[in-house]
């Protein structure tokens, strides 16, 4: 085959992908990839073998399971007081992944403008490519990733067809707070640009922050298109079993592109998941479980050289090692694993021409164990 044409022509293996791989050969402490290295609630596995074994084996409907839909409407509703109608306005998909690319394939067209904010999760802008989309790429600001709404707004122009914001944020681990929503909604009044809201981490928040969903801004929610996704909720990422929101119109459209690139997602454990939702506390009590893996992995590294601006969200931390060597990320993550046997992912992969600011991404949803043998790694590097 000489002429294929790539839809992809500078996409390289993802970030996540090589360093696993890298981190497998030299049998090091994997911080890298963000999954919880134990299991999830046995009650749950029970759930799903139980559905099989009550027949729960062929396609479930198009939209998803019915009793799933109506469990994650109700906690919607009962979280951040939004209605969405159970028959109209909720799909469920293979992951927030699926959900993400199909949202975008189903409102970008050739040459539209899809506004992202750097450093961004990694399958944002190779889904806007391959459809013809054009990334318009904003930096966040300072240690914290602060959003400057002024620079946003000027770079909105008629061609702008969608803008995807991610909170709690992968890589940074920061929020959204209640004043940027209220920006983000000042700054789209009036216009038709559809947003994409990843909220992947929405039960993963710290400090007594909260997690500002788009569907508490009555605005925003009118444009959004919502995603979440059980692999982070409840331990299973493997499961790849993630649902989006949205009003009528916008979910219509995304169903015409779901139904023929996916169709329906795997049933038993769409059956399973609508029953452990019933009980609020798997949910609720999962920022308090991180809280307590951050704070132990955060406290223990108290004396070592780097430094650390706790994570807000998500089950990731930033370090900055700017004070250990001049090293760029990504070689110095490499040394980290050749030399040390700790794997970790550097940030510069997420920012705007991979700029590079000495920071590197620990995932800590991980067992007391594995932590502590990666915070003796880092506390030896001086
Ligand atoms: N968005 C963000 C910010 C993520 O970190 C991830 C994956 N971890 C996803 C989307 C994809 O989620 P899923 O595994 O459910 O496809
Ligand atoms: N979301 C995971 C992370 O940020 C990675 C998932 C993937 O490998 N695509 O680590």
Redesign the pocket.
Known sequence: MKNISSKLPNAKT?I??TIGNLARQHNAIDL????PNFEADSKLMRLVTKAMSDGYNQYAPMFGSFPLREAIVQKIKALHGKSYHVEKEITITVGA?QAIYTAITAFVNQGDEVIVFKPA???YEPAIAINGGVSILVEMNGDRFKIDWEKFRVRITPKTKMVIINTPH??SGTLLSKNDMLALQQSLLGTDIILISDEVYEHIVFDDLTHESVSRFPDLASRSIVCGSFGKTFHV?GWKVGYCVAPAELMQEFRKIHQFNVFSVDHPTQRALAQYLQEPKHYLELSDFYQKKRDYFINALNQSSFKVLPSQGTY?QLLDYSALTDENDVSYAQKLITNHRLAC?PISVFNIDQKDNQKLRF?FAKTQATLKKAINILNSLK
């Open positions: 993802t996540f992908t890298s990839q963000g999954f992944t999760y990694d399958c992968n890589p990422t990731f992912i995932c």
